[in-house]
């Protein structure tokens, strides 16, 4: 044997004990070939499959509670989210709370026998409150007067006996900051005896006789109302003040009012403050260029304050600072944007403030149609007669803007009937100027000039400090303008130069007093500084226009009614006048197309549709052009167009 025989032996294979078939195996070899499984093969695949089966379905199961256990805790989230909110809701609310809550007074068995209790006391103080804040007419919004036994919620929790109400109300006492006021009303030897307390620490005590109970509550809510909320008792007193006529009671009213007023400037409370700037504004006996600071006072601790807004923009445009007002609307557009700042305003004026302050813009853009429409839904929009009356004098300054001095006049006339009283109507603004600005725009210059001068003669004696002072911004330019067209260029030029020199009106007016003296140097030098002082304004930049035009220079005047459509696309008249200027170059074409952006922007203008019926005549469209004369004849004319219309029509 070789050395190499062992290792042969050992490679080889040891025999392999025979294994019992996998029945898995065999089932799945037989459903392989295409014969069915028999005997334990099948059953024991029967067994796997029904394994497999169970196996899957609790995988599905254990997934399906996965997912609901998800949509419970999301479920469980949104409770836990949407209570948190309802709870903050509520607490907000009640840090929010704030006005004067009346409680029942306490009332002596007699008197309720009599029929007072003490919810029905306190409802007869409550009625007296609403009376003073109805009649208060003041955009600073009011405190709710409420009584605290009316509350509709009455949830009982079982456990304490507590209520969601009085859960609600302990919230308000705690974080809130309304005024509880409870009271008391008793006999004396002589009537009755009213005594009021507030939460604040304040009490009243008044007395009267038993049967005129209501005189003691009169007296007693005027007394609650100057304590709980000053500032509106000090406009209080000064609406009934400047209704009554000149004397000692109206005077005693406005120098309480002025008393009130000026004690809430020292107040700690910032508000009050703000309130009081505004409030010292409002008086008649002060200008408006002393009322500016007051505002910028006020506008210092709040810059966004949409009332101090608009009340300074008012004031800018009294003193003629057109540009300034121009801007503060602006501001005060967007301020009221925000639903934080126009809750600083009452609630009923919202909408007419809002439609006022547009109305404002669209003057000073000269979109004297949207005004008219702003201004007639403001007038819908408030309950305030003196409000209203101002807005409808607005509104007869915007129908003479548009040309439509017929339907101006006409308002006017219904003002006076309707409004006025006989005995006020000679010392408003309703009589004169109105009948000076329809004159002027029908070119009956003489007639205009005897209205202004009548106001000056007749009203301004009249007009209390604050209106006195708009004469020189307001009423000086109008008529010196007036004077100069009827020949009077001295009297003009002496009473322009006493006009202040950063008003918009005076400086516009001194460049056309100027041009019409035949001193073209003053005239530019005067336009030029209009434009200065208003460069987003349109109506110095077509006066330019009409200089130009007057001076032959067509090309010249285009160039500025270009600027002035650019910064007052709804204004009429510089639509107009360029289309005079493209007729003077006999471009009948463009004229027509400029005499309809016109029309679109004053339907009503009589001149302007003579011009386009002359411009449809030089293309020889006869027919359109007798259309337009007819148009024009229905429309308010000056004589010598009117003559015109009459003529042409009369052409056949």
Known sequence: MTIDEPKARSRRKKPVAPTTPDPVEIAMEAEASGKAPTGEASAL?????????????????????????????????????????????????????????????????????????????????????????????????????????????????????????????????WLGHETYVEGGLSRTTTGLELVVRTSDGTAVTVQGPADRPGELMKTAAERVYEQTQPYRYAVYLQNRGQSLPIGPERQALLDRSLTILTALSSSPSEIERLWSSNGLTARPDISARDSVPLLQTGLESD?????????????????????????????????????????????????????????????????????????TR?????????????????????????????????????????????????????????????????DQRPQALAALEAFEADVAPTLPPRTSAARATFIWPRLAYARARTGDLAGAQALIAATPLDCYLCVRERARIAELSGDRAAADRWSAEARRQGPSLPFAFAERGQMLMA??????????????????????????????????????????????????????????????????????????????????????????????????????
């Open 303 to 375: 810059p966004e304050h949409p009332v101090l807004l608009f009340n300074l923009l008012r004031s800018q445009g009294e003193l003629g600072l057109e540009e300034e007002a121009f801007l503060g609307a602006q501001r005060t557009a967007v301020s009221m944007s925000d639903p934080r700042n126009r809750a600083k305003v009452s609630a009923d004026l919202q909408a007419s403030f809002i439609l006022r302050n547009k109305a404002v813009l669209a003057d000073l853009r000269g979109d004297w149609l949207q005004a008219l429409e702003l201004r």
């Open 45 to 173: 695949l029967r067994r796997h499959s029904a394994l497999i089966d169970e196996q899957i379905g609790l995988a599905r199961n254990e997934r399906f509670r996965n997912r609901i256990r998800s949509i419970r805790d999301i479920a469980i989230a949104a409770m836990v989210v949407a209570l948190v909110v309802a709870v903050g809701a509520v607490v907000w609310s009640a840090s929010r709370a704030s006005g004067l809550v009346i409680q029942p007074f306490s009332v002596p068995p007699e008197l309720v026998e009599d029929g007072l209790d003490g919810r029905a006391v306190a409802a007869l103080f409550q009625d007296e409150l609403v009376r003073l804040d109805a009649a208060t007419n003041s955009i600073r919004p009011a405190a709710s007067f409420r009584n605290d036994w009316s509350e509709a919620i009455t949830v009982e929790v079982e456990a304490g006996g507590l209520s969601l109400t009085d859960t609600y109300r302990a919230l308000v006492r």
């Open 378 to 442: 403001a007038a819908s929009e408030t309950s305030s007669q003196p409000l209203w009356l101002n807005i409808a004098r607005d509104r007869v300054d915007t129908l003479t803007a548009l040309h439509q001095p017929s339907a101006a006049l006409a308002l006017n006339d219904r003002l006076l009937l309707d409004v006025l009283s006989n005995t006020r109507r000679t010392a408003n603004r309703p009589l004169y100027l109105p009948q000076a600005e329809a004159a002027a725009s029908l």
């Open 551 to 652: 001076r032959g220079d067509t090309a010249g005047a285009i160039a500025f009614y270009e600027q002035a459509v650019e910064r007052g696309p709804r204004w009429a008249d510089p639509q107009k006048y360029w289309g005079d200027a493209l007729m003077a170059r006999g471009d009948e074409a463009g004229a027509i197309r400029k005499y309809r952006a016109a029309a679109d922007r004053a339907p009503r203008w009589g001149a302007l549709h003579l011009a386009w019926g002359r411009a449809l005549e030089a293309q020889g469209r006869r027919e359109q052009a007798r259309e337009k004369y007819a148009e024009a004849a229905r429309m308010d004319l000056s004589a010598a167009d009117h003559a015109e219309v009459k003529r042409r029509l009369a052409v056949p």
